[in-house]
């Protein structure tokens, strides 16, 4: 069970939903529609729609946390399940980063926010097949990453709503690029080490 912040909060939420209609597919469905809603209008560039892309990409992300919680604590955990939540998560993420370099066309990144915005997509899918395909050959409580007091690297894409409020999605956009791709070269050198040592392991 996750023990961080943000998943306590929404095991309280969700809490009162177990043994209703609700299953957790239903919220990652409205996880899915919110947060397309947050990325189309984060591409439109203004600060109004940046402003409610914001509001729902907090309310997007927090329901990632609340399906997977619906699941555990209700016991209705499923394979299709989790790849249904995994996957949204990576095309949403993607999509953030994508509709932010849109946005930023206008700005001092110029032509070179669409390519930033891409490349950090195309980063953020690569690191979700290859946390996926790391996490296949290990026991179900190992994870790529781990979080510590309270809190897991995920968490971090909370940040992005306030980032743009700010006004610092340009420079959010050009630091993403740079450490999702570290992110998947790192995952990528885990995956190849632990499946090597496995296939040393197994017997002949």
């Known amino acids: 069970m996750n023990n961080t912040w943000s998943h306590s909060a929404a095991r309280a939420v969700v809490r009162p939903l177990v043994g209703t209609w609700v299953k957790p597919n239903h919220i990652t469905t409205v996880r899915l529609a919110s947060g397309v809603v947050a990325c189309l209008l984060l591409a439109q560039g ?49 999509a953030f980063f994508l509709a932010a370099g849109v946005a930023l066309t206008h700005g ?18 690569a690191c979700a097949w290859l946390s996926e395909a790391y996490e296949a050959l ?14 897991h690297p995920d968490d971090a894409l909370y940040l992005l709503a306030p980032l743009t409020w ?24 885990r995956y190849l080490y632990l499946k090597r040592r496995l296939s040393r392991q197994a017997p002949a």
Do not use: C, K
Request: hydrophobic residues 55%.
């Open 108 to 125: 001092w990144l110029g032509s070179r926010a669409i390519p930033l915005g891409v490349a950090t997509g195309v980063a953020m899918l």
């Open 166 to 189: 700010l006004g610092w999605l340009a420079p959010t956009l050009v630091a993403a690029s740079i450490v999702t791709s570290l992110m998947a070269v790192v995952i990528l050198v």
């Open 46 to 94: 203004t600060s109004p729609a940046a402003l409610w892309s914001g509001v729902f990409w907090l309310f997007s992300v927090f329901l990632d946390r609340a399906d997977g919680e619906l699941a555990r604590i209700g016991q209705m955990q499923s394979r299709t399940g989790h790849l249904y939540d995994y996957y949204t998560d990576a095309l949403l993420n993607s």
């Open 138 to 151: 290990t026991p179900p409580d190992i994870r790529v990453w781990e979080g510590a007091w309270g809190f």
